[in-house]
């Protein structure tokens, strides 16, 4: 560090004026008293102005050197990576985008004779769980459903011997389940899903009932999660060597009618 300073330009202007101002001393002391006195305090003077100097020149080359060092680091850190949260504006085109492709499907390829089966493992009428709208179903579909409410959707299923879960787009428009479609209802959109997967897991099948009304963001990710999604093509339905259920009737019955379709029998 001494050799630093000593080599140094502010070292060497610090030692400049610490000599400027001993010499200033000593010959204002000289034109008062004796050449000695002068001489000395002009040394004391230069041996004190030096340790001030070099404790100053010690203190700026420390502080600089904290300076720079926390600038590299600065400089060397990796920039924060920021995800979207899952209420910002891209996250519904995400559910969109997923749509069918995110779904598991619950059906294989010729196996609706199996979910026939499936809902209609039971005798008497099918005990069903569903997303519906304040005024229900028509009297006329003939269908029971115990109505399931959202963030307890998928707990209320669990446990509860259904045979079937539907789903009534008509209810993503209104009551409690309103706004599920559009970019606003991700939330609901994914209890939906959650239910299909709990579903799922449990054996019962997703139906859903389809209305008319222009698809919005969430639409086909929610349709991606159910099993079959009425009207089905008549000539498809009911699917070859399936035993007759009511409930499947029904609600083809129901569709037809949204659509203003013509149901043929099977």
Request: one cysteine or more; glycine letters at 10%; a neutral charge.
């Amino acid at each position: 560090m001494k050799k630093q300073y000593l080599t140094s330009r502010r070292g060497l202007a610090y030692l400049a004026c610490g000599a400027w101002v001993s010499v200033a001393l000593g010959a204002t002391t000289y034109g008062r008293e004796n050449i000695v006195l002068a001489l000395l305090t002009a040394l004391a003077a230069f041996a004190a102005l030096t340790l001030l100097s070099y404790g100053l020149f010690i203190v700026e080359v420390r502080t600089n050197s904290l300076v720079k060092s926390g600038r590299r680091r600065s400089y060397s850190a990796p920039p924060r990576r920021t995800e979207p949260a899952p209420s910002s504006p891209t996250a519904p085109a995400t559910l969109a985008t997923a749509g069918r492709a995110a779904a598991l499907p619950v059906v294989a390829e010729g196996g609706q004779r199996d979910l026939w089966e499936r809902v209609n493992r039971h005798p008497g009428a099918a005990r069903v769980a569903g997303v519906l709208s304040p005024t229900g179903l028509p009297e006329a579909a003939a269908v029971s459903v115990d109505p399931l409410v959202p963030g307890y959707a998928a707990a209320q299923l669990e446990g509860g011997g259904y045979q079937a879960v539907l789903i009534d787009r008509s209810a993503l428009h209104d009551g409690p389940w309103r706004g599920t479609e559009s970019a606003a209802g991700v939330d609901l959109a994914r209890q939906l899903a959650d239910l299909a997967v709990t579903a799922r897991r449990a054996g019962v099948p997703v139906l859903m009932i389809d209305t008319p009304d222009v698809a919005d963001v969430n639409t086909d990710y929610v349709k991606g999660h159910v099993d079959v999604l009425f009207p089905v093509d008549s000539a498809d339905f009911p699917p070859e060597g399936a035993a007759p259920s009511a409930l499947m009737a029904s609600l083809q019955a129901l569709a037809t009618d949204r659509f203003g379709m013509e149901q043929s029998v099977g």
